[in-house]
Structure formats: structure tokens, C-alpha cells
């Protein structure tokens, strides 16, 4: 929801972890205080995240359209067994797959859905797109990494009738059935966020899923400092 209205509004978000990863809040709940004087004194920077568009179009040619600033999710519906589709890229056809989904993520998604997947994680300023496969049958079917500037297409099998839910960061729902297409490519939208930390991205990802470094005597890898910001406590 923060997001939603700091994209909309134009407004750097800035988060603040009251959960238990929250990789992407910058400050824990016992830093309110620091957080606020931060704010006031616009002693923060501003880091731009890609985001993605993602569209709908019915067999009837009808369009509906949202975003996401992780990914969004292909998941079967109800009355699904195992979903069947084709996937292009740029209009090219490049495979189809019976799989219970597919994941279209963005670098910031990387350690999301897409991480859970078995995806790959992505540096944020690396600025591409994720497709990851959810439990497919087929022998073509690792996570790719796509330019930016890719367009995703993905169809479902008119063979048989088919119902799927696709879910924007698992808030905003869309619906499509056989016969519709989704599309997913780059916004022209980024979202800001505020940062008031610089730590390095490795740093990052030690510290919120508890990596085990310890033991390592490498002459550039400083033990780290449990009271660092952005340290799960």
C-alpha cells in the first residue's frame, strides 16, 4: 500500500520494519525517532526502483491494467489442475510450459516470490526482468534474466478451458482466462525510495537472512556490527 500511494503521489517511501525481513525497510522499529529527524532534515537520498506495467487483454479485446513494483504472479484458479501457456519474448515464441504458474519479476522482486522460486537475486541497480517458472514439467525451464527493455507475452492454452489469477505484488488482482494475454514490461514509472543507509547490497542480504559468515577470515570481509543499520535484531 505505501508504495502504491508514494508512486502515485511522486514521494520518496521510506519503510520501516515492523515485520521480520523487511528487506526492504530502511530502519528497525526502535529507530522511529532517528527516522523522523531524518525526514524533517531531508537527510536522506533518493534511489529510483524499476517497476513494471502489466496488462490484460480479454478475447473480447476488452484491457484491463495495473503494476507491480516486485512482480507479478500467474497462479491457477479454483477450478485449474495445471496451467498450460505459452511464454514470448519481444514476440518471439519461446516455450510453452504446464506449470502450476510463472513468476515476472523486477530486480527489487528478485528477493521476493521469485527468490522463494528459485530465481536468481539481483543487484538493484542492475535494471532487468525475471521469469521464473512455478514447478514446471517441461526440460526448459530455469529462471531467465531479460533486458529491461524486454516485452513479455504470455498465452493460455486454448486446449482446454483454463482460470488464472494474476497478482500484482499479491495485492492488486487481475483475471485471465483462455483465449485472454497478459503482458509485462517495463514502466515508464519508477518508484522512489527514500535511503538513509549506504550499506553494500551483500551487506544487506547477510544481515536480513542471517547468511553465515561467521568463521570467514578474508582481509576484506570485517565482521559485522550487530548494531549496523538494516541489522535484523
Not at 27 to 36: K, R
Not at 45 to 60: G, K, M, S, Y
Not at 106 to 120: I, Q, R, V
Request: overall charge neutral.
Amino acid at each position: 500500500m505505501g508504495a502504491e500511494r508514494a508512486r502515485a503521489a511522486g514521494v520518496p517511501l521510506l519503510g520501516l520494519n515492523l515485520g521480520h525481513v523487511g528487506f526492504l525497510a530502511e530502519a528497525e522499529e526502535n529507530e522511529l525517532s532517528e527516522v523522523a529527524r531524518a525526514v524533517v532534515d531531508r537527510a536522506y537520498r533518493v534511489e529510483e526502483r524499476l517497476a513494471i506495467d502489466v496488462r490484460v487483454t480479454r478475447a473480447d479485446g476488452t484491457v484491463t491494467q495495473s503494476w507491480a513494483l516486485n512482480e507479478a504472479s500467474v497462479e491457477k484458479g479454483p477450478d485449474t489442475r495445471m496451467m498450460e501457456f505459452l511464454v514470448s519474448i519481444d514476440g518471439h515464441p519461446l516455450s510453452r510450459w504446464g506449470a502450476d504458474g510463472l513468476v515476472l519479476a523486477t530486480p527489487t522482486g528478485s528477493t521476493a516470490y521469485a527468490w522463494s522460486a528459485g530465481g536468481p537475486v539481483v543487484w538493484p541497480d542492475v535494471e532487468a526482468l525475471l521469469v521464473v517458472p512455478l514447478s514446471a514439467h517441461a526440460l526448459f525451464a530455469r529462471p531467465l534474466v531479460l533486458s529491461p527493455t524486454c516485452v513479455v507475452d504470455v498465452e493460455l492454452s486454448e486446449r482446454r478451458r483454463q482460470d488464472a489469477v494474476v497478482w500484482c505484488d499479491g495485492r492488486r488482482r487481475l483475471t485471465l482466462g483462455t483465449g485472454d494475454s497478459l503482458r509485462v514490461n517495463r514502466s515508464a514509472r519508477p518508484v522512489p525510495l527514500a535511503r538513509l543507509h549506504s550499506p553494500a547490497f551483500v551487506a544487506r542480504l547477510v544481515n536480513k537472512f542471517h547468511l553465515p559468515v561467521e568463521g570467514w577470515r578474508g582481509p576484506h570481509s570485517p565482521p559485522l556490527d550487530p548494531n549496523a543499520p538494516g541489522v535484523v535484531r
